[in-house]
């Protein structure tokens, strides 16, 4: 005998029969480009937490894998080149734009750019922006010089070129502890809070190792991993952002089980790569076998 359509195990099965519907029709969708997951492109910084990591001194031997553990965790984040660092490099520099990763300049040599020349200051920003553009069909819209060292006279000519300067709000010292990844995440532990813009190093396999087992805190605390941009929106050429120093402890990450951290690869860090001073020698420059050593 058929069952009567308005019984309990009709309209069960009609409840059933829906929710297998929709959940098909979102597949579909997201097979087909119909319907997209949500990348930090999407993210409204003013109504979740975001973060924004930031790579100096590259490109680098260690960048490429930074780039897989940021696409493995759908992640950006803005990198700032050192501009004969990318003519040595450019195809290095084209993975990190190709990764869809915001560039930066970084300056073209890495000099303190409040104590050379005066007259040596514009090229420091035109000829690592032509590098950056000629590798990445990118011209570089944000700045951070050397040491975050900067005055109204550098960001004068900043603003010539485009760039506003990018400092930061926590900085971990990952180059002073290298290897030392402990006393690294701690200055995270208690210095991240929404909004922050972070300054690491590339150039440092230690690092990146911090950054592969730190985004799973970061993750499990609701943060957003955002470019610059993202975070702060649209930037004035010659205005400036941040500080050079972190401010109060701010203390609001909450620690994950032990278990939740990948562990790292057998592999040790070997010495970080000397990046000071960074001189352009003919033929030799820092993007050289010894990286300016």
């Known amino acids: 005998m058929p069952k009567r359509r308005d019984s309990r195990a009709w309209q ?27 990348t930090p492109g999407d993210v409204d910084c003013t109504q979740v937490k975001c973060v924004a ?14 780039l897989q553990i940021l696409k493995d965790n759908d992640a950006k984040a803005t ?32 000099p303190n750019m409040t104590t050379i020349p005066p007259q ?7 000829r690592a922006s ?3 553009e000629a590798a990445t069909g990118q011209r570089p819209k944000l700045v951070r010089t050397a040491g975050g060292v900067i005055n109204d006279q550098v960001l004068a000519e900043a603003k010539k070129f485009g760039l506003a300067d990018i400092n930061w709000d926590v900085i971990p010292f990952d180059w002073i502890n290298d290897a030392n990844i402990a006393a690294t995440r701690y200055m995270l532990m208690t210095q991240i809070k929404p ?7 590339d150039t440092y396999s230690s690092t990146v ?48 089980a032990a278990d939740e951290i990948p562990s790292l690869p057998n592999t040790p860090s070997p010495p970080p790569m000397p990046n000071f001073p960074i001189t352009d020698i003919p033929g030799a420059n820092s993007g050289g076998p010894n990286n300016g050593a």
């Open 120 to 126: 040596d200051v514009p090229a420091q920003f035109s």
């Open 79 to 110: 990198f700032f080149l050192i501009g004969n660092k990318v003519a040595a490099n450019p195809a290095g520099a084209k993975r990190i734009a190709d990764a869809g990763m915001e560039i930066g300049s970084h300056t073209w040599e890495h």
């Open 12 to 38: 069960y099965g009609l409840v059933v029969l829906g929710v297998v519907a929709a959940v098909a029709i979102v597949v579909v969708s997201l097979l087909t480009g119909h319907a997209k997951r949500e």
């Open 53 to 66: 990591l930031t790579f100096d001194d590259g490109p680098g031997p260690y960048t490429d894998r930074l």
């Open 195 to 201: 909004g922050s813009v972070v300054l690491f190093h």
């Open 209 to 256: 190792d911090l950054v592969y087992q730190f985004i799973p805190v970061l993750k499990a605390n609701g943060y957003h991993l955002v470019t610059v941009s993202q975070l702060l929106g649209p930037r004035e050429p010659g205005s400036t952002y941040g500080a050079r120093d972190n401010g109060p402890p701010a203390n609001v990450l909450q620690e994950i």
């Open 130 to 132: 032509d590098a950056i």
